[in-house]
């Protein structure tokens, strides 16, 4: 050999292969251990048995992917990404209770660079170190004796082969104790690091592939005003509030015993014109998948089956002639106002409102007029209608969203590393979002009603939160569990409207009766139906079934 030091430390592709997979599969998913370790199932020495075959199991699926990967220049860098992707989503799923789907991972790939840091943290560096950096370092500084092409393929593929039989033998093996569990406990299937990310990753971008291959369908085409819409008539002017992250259950509108809304009550306690509708369900449980959802004309079900992109609500309110503008305080609209105005607060440097290049929430109330002011005139006059994009109760620094005046329920936890603070300061940070909240949908109630009495325009207010939150509640933290095992808390969301008398008697609508029903079981299913009800937009896609104000009309 000509250098025989070197051939000596040099290792094939199947040592660092069958270490990695090892490693991950024992290291990598100390969540999915950690879980599965209690279960009665696995009581005795059967499941001691059982939990080796799984390790073995995703062993060999790692060791059958990364095979097929042993090329030069390639298997490196995945091992890599691997081990830095079981390290950082297994810190997430430990310390928070979330689990790995495509939506999660939708999610992961639509973050900013503020939601990011806001979950960096020392424990989470900690674990890179301690799951990816050193392993990795020690494992990938080994150069690597790759053959010739085709030597390796057969190489490649054998080592594949190999571990495929393993991989089929242990499920053969374990199949009933395999079966039982994955049907008992759902969420495992979740956990199994880092495939649930590799699949997770594939399913979205074929998902993701298979709906930007087809054009966007049109809808609403024979979108039109309705007859309240009469020459000389007052225009509407109706704000939608798409909220983030506020669950019912805090919300003191709907019973919470701390006054988490004194403002809104307050508002709720001189008359008719607000209504808090105390069971609406959410779409999804993060706002990657609830938002584009919430603003569709197909529902839940359907939006979730279908492959097809469609145009959303802003787009037929914006085709029956009315003026339409989504205003940003997060992490943008998720394609839903790509083709009507738009007015992002990132960035602002508004005294008081804006530090760090991010705003309080009410940015989004200032210079309302001016906005409104600037839009095109003609469609002006026939009708205003604003989206508001809250930051809410984004989490998990729930104290950044929250002015000092606001903070009402104290201590409160001033950690973005929810566990280390006692989960009564959790629930003080995320309470005080909701006061906050409260005070800006407030401020946004007193603004419409001076635009009624001052100015001229009938108008309206809706507020719904996208998805709910977890505080601790069986160590569950934060939101995004696939919507089957989401806790009641992630998925029961808190949703009202505000209306003004002009536009009670614009519509016909009686308000009380609005309250009487508001205790009925509603969802995101119900939203584009009730916007185009409070507009007065005529169109085939309208189902008066769904609207919850037709019946008080
Ligand atoms: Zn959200």
Same mark, same amino acid.
Not at 69 to 88: D, N, Q, Y
Not at 226 to 236: F, L, S
């Given at each position: 050999?000509? /250098?025989?030091?070197?051939? &000596?430390?040099?290792?094939?592709?199947?040592?660092?292969?069958?270490?990695?997979?090892?490693?991950?599969?024992?290291?990598?998913?100390?969540?999915?251990?950690?879980?599965?370790?209690?279960?009665?199932?696995?009581?005795?020495?059967?499941?001691?048995?059982?939990? %080796?075959?799984?390790?073995?199991?995703?062993?060999?699926?790692?060791?059958?992917?990364?095979?097929?990967?042993?090329?030069?220049?390639?298997?490196?860098?995945?091992?890599?990404?691997?081990?830095?992707?079981?390290?950082?989503?297994?810190?997430?799923?430990?310390? !928070?209770?979330?689990?790995?789907?495509?939506?999660?991972?939708?999610?992961?790939?639509?973050?900013?660079?503020?939601?990011?840091? /806001?979950?960096?943290?020392?424990?989470?560096?900690?674990?890179?170190?301690?799951?990816?950096?050193?392993?990795?370092?020690?494992?990938?500084?080994?150069?690597?004796?790759?053959?010739?092409?085709?030597?390796?393929?057969?190489?490649?593929?054998?080592?594949?082969?190999?571990?495929?039989?393993?991989?089929?033998?242990?499920?053969?093996? %374990?199949?009933?104790?395999?079966?039982?569990?994955?049907?008992?406990?759902? &969420?495992?299937?979740?956990? =199994? @690091?880092?495939?649930?990310?590799? !699949?997770?990753?594939?399913?979205?971008?074929?998902?993701?592939?298979?709906?930007?291959?087809?054009?966007?369908?049109?809808?609403? #085409? /024979?979108?039109? #005003?309705?007859?309240?819409?009469?020459?000389?008539?007052?225009?509407?002017?109706?704000?939608?509030?798409?909220?983030?992250?506020?669950?019912?259950?805090?919300?003191?509108?709907?019973?919470?015993?701390?006054?988490? @809304?004194?403002?809104?009550?307050?508002?709720?306690?001189?008359?008719?014109?607000?209504?808090?509708?105390?069971? =609406?369900?959410?779409?999804?449980?993060?706002?990657?998948?609830?938002?584009?959802?919430?603003?569709?004309?197909?529902?839940?079900?359907?939006?979730?089956?279908?492959?097809?992109?469609?145009?959303?609500?802003?787009?037929?309110?914006?085709?029956?002639?009315?003026?339409?503008?989504?205003?940003?305080?997060?992490?943008?609209?998720?394609?839903?106002?790509?083709?009507?105005?738009?007015?992002?607060?990132?960035?602002?440097?508004?005294?008081?409102?804006?530090?760090?290049?991010?705003?309080?929430?009410?940015?989004? *109330?200032?210079?309302?007029?001016?906005?409104?002011?600037?839009?095109?005139?003609?469609?002006?006059?026939?009708?205003?209608?604003?989206?508001?994009?809250?930051?809410?109760?984004?989490?998990? %620094?729930?104290?950044?969203?929250?002015?000092?005046?606001?903070?009402?329920?104290?201590?409160?936890?001033?950690? @973005?590393?929810?566990?280390?603070?006692?989960?009564?300061?959790?629930? @003080?940070?995320?309470?005080?979002?909701?006061?906050?909240?409260?005070?800006?949908?407030?401020?946004?109630?007193?603004?419409?009603?001076?635009?009624?009495?001052?100015?001229?325009?009938?108008?309206?207010?809706? !507020? =719904?939160?996208?998805?709910?939150?977890? *505080?601790?509640?069986?160590?569950?933290?934060?939101?995004?569990?696939?919507?089957? #095992?989401?806790?009641?808390?992630?998925?029961?969301?808190?949703?009202?409207?505000?209306?003004?008398?002009?536009?009670?008697?614009?519509?016909?609508?009686?308000?009380?009766?609005?309250?009487?029903?508001?205790?009925?079981?509603?969802?995101?299913?119900?939203?584009?139906?009730?916007?185009?009800?409070?507009?007065?937009?005529?169109?085939?896609?309208?189902?008066?079934?769904?609207?919850?104000?037709?019946?008080?009309?």
């Amino acid at each position: 050999m000509p /250098d025989g030091h070197a051939a &000596q430390r040099a290792w094939r592709p199947r040592t660092l292969i069958l270490l990695v997979s090892a490693w991950l599969a024992l290291a990598g998913n100390l969540p999915l251990w950690r879980t599965i370790w209690p279960l009665p199932e696995l009581a005795g020495w059967r499941g001691t048995v059982f939990a %080796a075959g799984m390790a073995v199991w995703i062993a060999a699926a790692l060791t059958m992917l990364l095979s097929l990967l042993a090329w030069k220049g390639i298997l490196k860098p995945v091992v890599a990404l691997l081990l830095v992707t079981a390290a950082a989503s297994s810190y997430f799923m430990l310390q !928070y209770g979330v689990v790995i789907d495509a939506t999660m991972m939708a999610n992961v790939a639509n973050t900013d660079v503020r939601e990011a840091r /806001d979950l960096l943290s020392w424990p989470l560096l900690l674990n890179i170190v301690f799951i990816a950096l050193l392993p990795g370092w020690w494992l990938l500084r080994r150069p690597l004796a790759m053959r010739r092409f085709g030597p390796q393929a057969v190489r490649n593929l054998v080592g594949a082969a190999l571990a495929l039989l393993v991989l089929l033998g242990v499920t053969l093996l %374990a199949f009933q104790d395999l079966a039982s569990l994955m049907r008992n406990h759902k &969420q495992v299937r979740y956990l =199994v @690091n880092p495939l649930n990310t590799v !699949y997770a990753s594939g399913k979205l971008a074929f998902d993701h592939g298979s709906k930007a291959s087809r054009p966007l369908e049109a809808i609403g #085409l /024979d979108a039109r #005003l309705g007859p309240t819409h009469a020459p000389g008539q007052r225009a509407p002017l109706v704000v939608l509030v798409v909220g983030e992250t506020a669950r019912a259950a805090n919300f003191s509108l709907g019973g919470y015993a701390r006054k988490t @809304n004194p403002e809104l009550e307050a508002i709720a306690a001189q008359g008719p014109a607000l209504a808090y509708y105390s069971a =609406v369900r959410s779409c999804g449980t993060n706002t990657q998948a609830s938002l584009p959802c919430m603003f569709s004309h197909l529902g839940k079900e359907a939006f979730e089956s279908t492959r097809q992109p469609y145009e959303n609500l802003l787009d037929v309110l914006q085709r029956a002639g009315l003026a339409v503008v989504w205003i940003d305080n997060q992490s943008g609209c998720k394609g839903l106002c790509d083709r009507v105005g738009k007015v992002d607060t990132f960035g602002l440097k508004t005294p008081g409102l804006c530090t760090e290049g991010e705003c309080f929430d009410e940015i989004l *109330l200032a210079g309302l007029d001016a906005r409104i002011a600037a839009l095109d005139p003609a469609r002006r006059a026939r009708g205003v209608v604003l989206v508001l994009h809250q930051m809410g109760s984004h989490g998990p %620094a729930y104290y950044k969203r929250v002015p000092p005046a606001f903070k009402t329920f104290m201590p409160e936890c001033a950690s @973005n590393v929810l566990q280390e603070c006692p989960r009564t300061d959790v629930v @003080n940070a995320y309470d005080n979002t909701l006061v906050y909240t409260d005070h800006v949908l407030a401020g946004l109630a007193r603004w419409l009603q001076g635009q009624a009495t001052q100015g001229g325009r009938d108008t309206a207010m809706v !507020y =719904v939160s996208d998805h709910g939150e977890s *505080l601790g509640e069986n160590n569950l933290y934060l939101h995004g569990l696939p919507y089957a #095992l989401a806790p009641d808390t992630q998925t029961h969301v808190p949703m009202l409207s505000w209306v003004s008398e002009p536009m009670a008697r614009r519509l016909g609508l009686r308000r009380e009766c609005l309250r009487e029903n508001a205790a009925a079981p509603l969802s995101h299913d119900n939203l584009f139906h009730a916007m185009l009800g409070l507009l007065d937009v005529q169109t085939a896609l309208y189902r008066r079934e769904l609207d919850w104000f037709a019946p008080c009309r």
